[in-house]
């Protein structure tokens, strides 16, 4: 399932968050800069990852915070800084975030796992939330029965959103 969301990410009922981040152990504009001050202990992980070449485009990063009862996932959706986000390294991340969701965190009651995340490199990064709205749909046939993918926008991407899903069809909740 995909929903889609207008809200505050940080403040909604989510399992996990995540954002999608460079390789290179910046965190210094968008969505990132945020959990960068949120999260500094992620942050500062992070960085160690990168500078150590553990970060790879379409490769994740889990950092477990709440007592390890809510997670956030660090995406490498780009290499480097900038308009580098790329759909394959999106896609390559996600899915190994959605693994690792279903093989470690599933809510044993049988409830989806609710696996937030931004409009991820349709910023800063370049790509169209199109082409996250088509990776989450490629996850939907896989995980969907485990996973609910929610997007959450904001009133700086709020344009880009409606007009995607008045095209496509698709709805949105608030």
């Given amino acids: 399932m995909i929903t889609v969301e207008k809200g505050d990410l940080f403040e909604g ?15 210094g504009a968008g969505i990132s800069h945020p959990f960068m001050v949120k999260y500094p202990d992620m942050y500062e992980d992070y960085k160690s990852k ?11 990063d889990r950092y477990l915070y709440e007592g390890g009862l809510k997670a956030v996932f660090n995406l490498f959706s780009q290499d480097n800084p900038g308009a580098d986000a790329r759909k394959d390294w999106l896609l ?27 409009l991820i490199g349709c910023g800063i990064g370049g790509l169209e939330f199109k082409d996250l709205y088509e990776t989450l749909g490629i996850l939907d046939v896989i ?21 995607f899903l008045a095209q496509s069809g698709v709805e949105s909740t608030v």
């Fill in 50 to 60: 990168c500078i150590s070449g553990y970060a790879r485009p379409g490769g994740f």
């Fill in 13 to 27: 009922a989510y399992n996990a968050i995540s954002h999608g981040v460079n390789c290179k152990g910046v965190m």
């Fill in 143 to 163: 995980f969907g029965e485990k996973i609910e993918y929610v997007v959450v926008y904001n009133d700086s991407n709020e344009n880009q959103v409606l007009d």
């Fill in 92 to 118: 390559m991340s996600l899915l190994g975030a959605s693994h690792d969701v279903v093989v470690n965190a599933v809510p044993a009651d049988g409830s989806k796992f609710r696996f937030a995340m931004p």
